[in-house]
């Protein structure tokens, strides 16, 4: 168990790692971590774990006292690819300028399409406590920050074509994509795709955008070595010649921009996607490059898979793409989505949870904080649970007063959110300790009001009967009257959470003679089964519902009573 344990800690194994290369990289200088994100849309859950694995990774380095940095690259440099779902038309005037440089959507209060994009995913990292540096590759581009390593790679742009060469092979049919989360997922960075820089008059891995128009339909007809004169023509009918050591429009081919940058930033850890990973992709060849042309070794680079999504198809979410980081953080606390980052190695996929599901991972979350609390939490468990709930600058909120979050979703469906009802509610789960104040059950009390609201159809909510149901309770037979007389005597004595689930389960025992104590039999489980079923149509006209226990506290002894035709 201790073993299997220590194995499933993959973040203290990957900071073993990443130190032992650093020391021998760069002795005592700060380990470089990055993540490479495009704001070319919503940044996804997919793409979260591009965030998270780097992140896991510098926080464990910090932890042990080394300074660490996690660099985030924005790749708001990229071309504008293509209109998405929801934005006027009209934008596809943009289509091939920089991110920085196209109009936000609609309504934004943004400069530009980048900086919208990036504010929601900015806004969920501090939430999720992740810190990093962020460069704006808009910002490195254009100050010249890059010039020196343009103008080698240019120098160098034979050699590129001859490593770049060893991968090209002849282009197949792709496999059709036809699950959309798959597909958003699997966009990634809009640079991913691009071309690799070869023309018909040579190869050149450097792309200018053009200084008429602003976009990248441009093509490298010529350059000068001696006098890095570069001669361009555009699409749209401008051509002219620049000089690149002056020159600050444009970027290099995405396949020699990323290892540039691990040259660049020093970077010794940086994971990446699994279309990334295959033979010739980006990270593959920019592994020969960094070596061959920028006298760098390339980062310890693990491949992470695929991140589902779970009951997003009720999600009234306008974005029309994969939920965010903001979208689950309005359902779940940050360490619960830290920890189904944290508890599975990145080669791992897994699903988020947006449907009934969530309630379950709750459960899951609270049980193995009792075995934190308790002592009886596993080495690999352990560390999950720290990484999840604090970070090397501190823990992370949690809620103080921790009720199941099925229990407060139900709550929160029965009495439609109101404060008053639903401390009542509360203050009734536990009589002996009971919550005092709604705060003490936030935030998680708000996270399950946010999944009722967006999650539950209208025919899924709970709604309690105003009056009798007449019909039935006049077509009655005996045991079944007597079973609700046993329940409504009941009430009073039994009046909490846990008193009210001995009632509700030992009524049947009693009808069928059997002490309180016993053991399930298939015949006590279908005179149960029959017993609730009977309970939920008298209470709320269906055949199931919330567990019993939360509905009947929710619903008050007396209207109880009076539902139950006493």
Same mark, same amino acid.
């Given at each position: 168990?201790?073993?299997?344990?220590?194995?499933?800690?993959?973040?203290?194994?990957?900071?073993?790692?990443?130190?032992?290369?650093?020391?021998?990289?760069?002795?005592?200088?700060?380990?470089?971590?990055?993540?490479?994100?495009?704001?070319?849309?919503?940044?996804?859950?997919?793409?979260?774990?591009?965030?998270?694995?780097?992140?896991?990774?510098?926080?464990?380095?910090?932890?042990?006292?080394?300074?660490?940095?996690?660099?985030?690259?924005?790749?708001?440099?990229?071309?504008?690819?293509?209109?998405?779902?929801?934005?006027?038309?009209?934008?596809?005037?943009?289509?091939?300028?920089?991110?920085?440089?196209?109009?936000?959507?609609?309504?934004?209060?943004?400069?530009?399409?980048?900086?919208?994009?990036?504010?929601?995913?900015?806004?969920?990292?501090?939430?999720?406590?992740?810190?990093?540096?962020?460069?704006?590759?808009?910002?490195?581009?254009?100050?010249?920050?890059?010039?020196?390593?343009?103008?080698?790679?240019?120098?160098?742009?034979?050699?590129?074509?001859?490593?770049?060469?060893?991968?090209?092979?002849?282009?197949?049919?792709?496999?059709?994509?036809?699950?959309?989360?798959?597909?958003?997922?699997?966009?990634?960075?809009?640079?991913?795709?691009?071309?690799?820089?070869?023309?018909?008059?040579?190869?050149?891995?450097?792309?200018?955008?053009?200084?008429?128009?602003?976009?990248?339909?441009?093509?490298?007809?010529?350059?000068?070595?001696?006098?890095?004169?570069?001669?361009?023509?555009?699409?749209?009918?401008?051509?002219?010649?620049?000089?690149?050591?002056?020159?600050?429009?444009?970027?290099?081919?995405?396949?020699?921009?990323?290892?540039?940058?691990?040259?660049?930033?020093?970077?010794?850890?940086?994971?990446?996607?699994?279309?990334?990973?295959?033979?010739?992709?980006?990270?593959?060849?920019?592994?020969?490059?960094?070596?061959?042309?920028?006298?760098?070794?390339?980062?310890?680079?693990?491949?992470?898979?695929?991140?589902?999504?779970?009951?997003?198809?009720?999600?009234?979410?306008?974005?029309?793409?994969?939920?965010?980081?903001?979208?689950?953080?309005?359902?779940?606390?940050?360490?619960?989505?830290?920890?189904?980052?944290?508890?599975?190695?990145?080669?791992?996929?897994?699903?988020?949870?947006?449907?009934?599901?969530?309630?379950?991972?709750?459960?899951?979350? $609270? %049980? +193995?904080? @009792?075995? &934190?609390?308790?002592?009886?939490?596993?080495?690999?468990? *352990?560390? #999950?649970?720290?990484?999840?709930?604090?970070?090397?600058?501190?823990?992370?909120?949690?809620?103080?007063?921790?009720?199941?979050?099925?229990?407060?979703?139900?709550?929160?469906?029965?009495?439609?959110?109101?404060?008053?009802?639903?401390?009542?509610?509360?203050?009734?789960?536990?009589?002996?300790?009971?919550?005092?104040?709604?705060?003490?059950?936030?935030?998680?009390?708000?996270?399950?009001?946010?999944?009722?609201?967006?999650?539950?159809?209208?025919?899924?909510?709970?709604?309690?009967?105003?009056?009798?149901?007449?019909?039935?309770?006049?077509?009655?037979?005996?045991?079944?009257?007597?079973?609700?007389?046993?329940?409504?005597?009941?009430?009073?004595?039994?009046?909490?959470? $846990? %008193? +009210?689930? @001995?009632? &509700?389960?030992?009524?049947?025992?009693?009808?069928?003679? *059997?002490? #309180?104590?016993?053991?399930?039999?298939?015949?006590?489980?279908?005179?149960?089964?029959?017993?609730?079923?009977?309970?939920?149509?008298?209470?709320?006209?269906?055949?199931?519902?919330?567990?019993?226990?939360?509905?009947?506290?929710?619903?008050?002894?007396?209207?109880?009573?009076?539902?139950?035709?006493?």
């Amino acid at each position: 168990m201790v073993a299997q344990a220590i194995e499933a800690d993959w973040v203290a194994r990957f900071a073993d790692e990443v130190i032992a290369e650093a020391d021998k990289r760069a002795p005592g200088k700060p380990i470089v971590c990055a993540s490479g994100l495009s704001p070319s849309g919503p940044v996804h859950l997919g793409n979260q774990r591009e965030l998270m694995t780097p992140h896991l990774v510098a926080d464990e380095i910090r932890r042990r006292g080394r300074e660490a940095r996690h660099i985030l690259s924005w790749d708001d440099f990229d071309r504008f690819r293509k209109v998405p779902a929801g934005v006027d038309p009209s934008w596809a005037e943009h289509i091939g300028k920089p991110l920085t440089a196209v109009p936000a959507p609609e309504g934004s209060e943004y400069p530009n399409w980048a900086e919208h994009f990036k504010a929601p995913l900015t806004e969920a990292m501090t939430r999720l406590g992740i810190e990093v540096t962020p460069i704006s590759q808009t910002a490195m581009y254009t100050s010249g920050a890059y010039r020196a390593q343009i103008l080698h790679a240019m120098s160098q742009r034979a050699k590129i074509d001859e490593v770049l060469g060893r991968y090209r092979t002849k282009k197949k049919p792709g496999k059709e994509i036809t699950n959309p989360d798959e597909a958003a997922a699997a966009e990634g960075s809009g640079a991913a795709s691009e071309d690799d820089g070869g023309t018909a008059s040579g190869y050149y891995p450097y792309k200018p955008y053009c200084q008429d128009c602003g976009k990248d339909t441009t093509t490298v007809t010529a350059y000068d070595d001696a006098t890095t004169a570069l001669t361009y023509t555009c699409a749209c009918g401008h051509s002219e010649t620049v000089l690149l050591s002056e020159y600050n429009y444009g970027k290099l081919v995405w396949k020699v921009d990323w290892p540039m940058r691990w040259a660049y930033e020093g970077v010794v850890f940086e994971p990446s996607g699994v279309d990334h990973s295959s033979p010739g992709s980006s990270f593959v060849v920019g592994s020969q490059l960094v070596r061959e042309v920028f006298h760098a070794e390339p980062p310890i680079g693990p491949m992470y898979a695929f991140v589902g999504i779970k009951g997003m198809a009720k999600m009234s979410s306008s974005r029309g793409g994969v939920p965010t980081a903001a979208d689950a953080l309005e359902i779940m606390e940050p360490p619960l989505l830290r920890w189904l980052y944290a508890r599975r190695r990145p080669n791992q996929s897994f699903d988020i949870a947006f449907d009934q599901e969530v309630q379950r991972l709750y459960d899951e979350w $609270d %049980g +193995l904080s @009792t075995r &934190v609390e308790n002592g009886t939490a596993t080495s690999g468990d *352990l560390a #999950a649970y720290g990484r999840s709930a604090s970070t090397a600058a501190g823990p992370l909120p949690l809620t103080p007063r921790a009720v199941p979050y099925r229990t407060l979703a139900s709550i929160v469906d029965i009495t439609t959110g109101n404060d008053d009802q639903t401390l009542r509610i509360l203050r009734d789960l536990d009589p002996a300790d009971p919550v005092k104040d709604l705060d003490e059950t936030r935030p998680r009390l708000d996270c399950a009001a946010n999944w009722v609201r967006t999650q539950l159809t209208p025919d899924e909510r709970t709604r309690v009967r105003e009056q009798p149901d007449t019909l039935l309770l006049d077509g009655l037979d005996d045991d079944q009257r007597t079973s609700l007389e046993k329940l409504r005597d009941g009430l009073d004595d039994h009046w909490s959470l $846990d %008193g +009210l689930t @001995t009632l &509700v389960y030992g009524v049947p025992k009693q009808l069928l003679g *059997l002490p #309180a104590d016993v053991k399930p039999t298939p015949e006590l489980k279908v005179a149960q089964r029959s017993f609730f079923a009977l309970l939920y149509r008298l209470l709320i006209g269906k055949e199931t519902g919330p567990r019993l226990p939360t509905l009947l506290l929710a619903t008050g002894a007396d209207r109880v009573r009076l539902l139950l035709g006493g």
